[in-house]
């Protein structure tokens, strides 16, 4: 047992607990990008400010993500007395004066902004919080200390066992550090879980020196921020993993590649490292062991296909972030041609629960023989309740409809579920016929497409198909990097043939060219090129009749194409029309030689604006004439 960590770890622990009896009100803000979205900063500062009342004898902290993100700012209050604690939502900065003289100055609760008692016991107005619907099948071990350690204080991380992991890891051999990762069945959470333990047996193996470790924490994936929660929420997990790996693997340096896009992530990464570099967790002789391993926090500069192992790397090496063709793979020619283990941010944070308690606690949530195993995070977004919820459960133990339900607290109401993406851009949109797939991988894979690294969103019955696939198309469009004209030329076509159809400029053989590209995309050089036409192909063989309808009869059966639609006036005498009149930007509402109000469609720009200002003056119409109602297919193929 390395005494110096031991020691390093109980320290943190005394500490940690003579606070928890200091006689002092404890008030914890969630401080991440989602909360300070929602006014985290100032609640915080109204906080601070009232903490430096000495009569309030109070103390401020902050924390990472509970997962409520959209009730954010989240606030849990400790009482002077130690014996019960309790999480609050929406805490904006104007009702923090109420929060303290109800909690803090009169040592009570206020049950209408509580969401659950995190310690002590329920009372007749506020459940425990393990009550709570939202965490009702969750089980958090990744998310185990985010909402309740400070993410920047090494003491917190370490009185909570962090590091313990690392201290079982120093008593192993590498060899049986990739056992215990083995034998858990952790795989990449980077989306195909691919066996961990076994990508760091190649770079073990490997023969070539010195090794690296890349940590990819691009999370290029729109709709999804699970990475973000834990480099946000608990740095040192990920830090110690990388640790660990260092260990089985002999890897001397890590790179943490962190899109630009995160800047709290990169300050909280930057301070972690910093930390563990003063307490000779990282750096050089770590722990007196005569073991030297450093981290690198990288700053990726916002491109798609750095987040592809490949292109990253490249970005690391000095150029222009091109994915590069394999063989060779990265374990045999990674960074600067070395051997270098590329892993997902929950992949590493992993490693530490399962140095820690043991491959067998780890895998003891999914009975049964699925391959995913442990937990996994999601975040979910769209037309949905609880858009921005983050949450963990055990691999494969929900269905897609559970979690909308559950987690995502249902569509909006009003909204009818049209369908959800899982997976990104690369992967494509599923009808909602779909939803009661499992949360697994070969659910996704038989449908040619994949689960992803746990972003999803859920689209309602409003969108067309074709907007969606065609913001789709243009992401993967914009994002090639232009090496290979198969990609940069085959997305450009693409969504030049998908514009037209969604301007109704659709031709009958529109549907065979889509498929031809289809068809020639899937030989770009790298996988982002491979994986652009995946939406298309998804809408063909799951949308095909609202795809047809588009093109063959000119009808948009959700009316959001600007193509199929005009603007009209409705009312002459409506009293909103003279505000259509003075915010139209292109001056396309005019009178006639009648002097009635028309839009010349000449002039109109399609903004939508009119309507929003005097929705009763101004109607949409279906630019096209109509066709029997039977011949009209929405959504479903
Ligand atoms: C275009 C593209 C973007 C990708 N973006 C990410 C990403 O943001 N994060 C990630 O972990 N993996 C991403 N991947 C997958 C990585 O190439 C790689 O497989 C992964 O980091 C391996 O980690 P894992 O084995 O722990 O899952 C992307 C792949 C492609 C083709």
């Not at 003891?364 to 037309?383: A, H, R, Y």
């Amino acid at each position: 047992m390395n005494a110096t960590l031991q020691g390093l770890i109980s320290n943190a622990e005394r500490a940690w607990s003579e606070r928890q009896h200091d006689g002092k009100t404890h008030v914890t803000v969630v401080v991440d990008t989602s909360s300070l979205a929602r006014g985290a900063r100032e609640t915080l500062a109204a906080l601070q400010s009232a903490a430096a009342n000495p009569a309030n004898d109070m103390v401020v902290h902050i924390t990472g993500s509970w997962g409520f993100c959209w009730m954010e700012p989240c606030v849990t209050v400790r009482s002077a007395a130690g014996t019960r604690s309790v999480l609050y939502h929406d805490i904006t900065a104007d009702l923090v004066p109420e929060l303290v003289e109800r909690c803090v100055t009169n040592g009570g609760d206020w049950p209408e902004m509580a969401l659950g008692i995190v310690e002590g016991t329920a009372t007749a107005d506020i459940p425990l919080l393990s009550d709570h619907p939202f965490m009702q099948g969750q089980v958090r071990r990744l998310m185990k200390n985010t909402g309740t350690t400070d993410p920047e204080s090494i003491d917190d991380y370490l009185a909570q066992g962090g590091y313990s992991g690392l201290l079982r890891a120093l008593e192993l051999t590498d060899e049986e550090i990739i056992k215990e990762m083995l034998d858990s069945g952790v795989g990449g959470r980077g989306g195909a879980n691919f066996p961990v333990g076994r990508k760091w047996d190649f770079l073990r193996t490997a023969t070539a020196a010195p090794k690296y470790l890349v940590c990819n924490a691009d999370e290029g994936d729109p709709g999804a921020w699970v990475n973000r929660t834990l480099l946000e929420g608990d740095p040192h997990l990920i830090i110690e993993g990388l640790a660990i790996a260092a260990r089985a693997s002999g890897a001397r340096e890590a790179y943490v590649y962190i899109r630009y896009e995160y800047p709290l992530a990169i300050t909280r990464m930057q301070n972690a490292v910093e930390q563990a570099k003063a307490k000779g967790i990282l750096g050089e002789n770590i722990l007196g062991l005569g073991w030297d391993f450093d981290v690198v926090i990288f700053k990726g500069a916002g491109s798609y296909v750095c987040g592809d192992e490949t292109g990253l790397i490249n970005s690391i090496d000095g150029f222009r972030g091109m994915p590069r063709i394999k063989p060779p793979f990265p374990a045999q020619a990674g960074l600067w041609n070395k051997p270098t283990n590329v892993n997902n941010v929950e992949s590493y944070a992993n490693a530490p629960l399962i140095l820690r308690e043991g491959a067998a606690w780890w895998c003891n949530v999914n009975p049964g023989e699925q391959p995913e195993k442990g937990t996994k995070m999601f975040c979910l977004s769209g037309q949905i309740v609880n858009a921005g919820c983050t949450f963990e459960i055990p691999f494969g133990s929900s269905t897609m409809r559970e979690a909308l339900e559950r987690y995502g607290g249902g569509m909006l109401p009003g909204k009818e579920l049209k369908g959800y993406q899982p997976g990104g851009p690369l992967s494509g949109v599923l009808p909602a016929s779909e939803i009661n797939n499992a949360m697994q991988l070969a659910p996704f894979r038989e449908r040619g497409m994949f689960l992803g690294g746990g972003g999803i969103v859920f689209f309602d019955n409003g969108e067309s198909i074709l907007d969606l696939v065609m913001w789709m198309t243009g992401f993967c469009e914009d994002e090639s990097c232009g090496r290979c004209t198969t990609c940069h030329g085959g997305n450009q076509r693409a969504v030049e043939v998908l514009r037209r159809i969604a301007m109704g400029g659709g031709r009958e053989n529109d549907i065979d060219k889509l498929e031809g590209i289809v068809k020639t995309l899937v030989w770009s050089n790298c996988q982002h090129g491979q994986l652009s036409p995946t939406a298309i192909k998804l809408m063909l063989k799951y949308f095909r009749g609202e795809l047809e309808s588009l093109i063959h009869h000119k009808v948009d059966p959700t009316r959001s194409l600007p193509g199929f639609i005009e603007y009209r006036v409705r009312s002459q005498s409506d009293p909103d029309l003279e505000s259509a009149v003075a915010i139209c930007p292109t001056v396309a509402i005019v009178q006639d030689g009648q002097q009635q109000w028309m839009v010349d469609q000449r002039l109109c720009i399609l903004c939508g604006a009119c309507k929003e200002v005097a929705p009763s003056a101004m109607e949409v119409v279906d630019r096209f004439a109509p066709v029997p109602v039977g011949a009209i297919a929405a959504g479903g193929g």
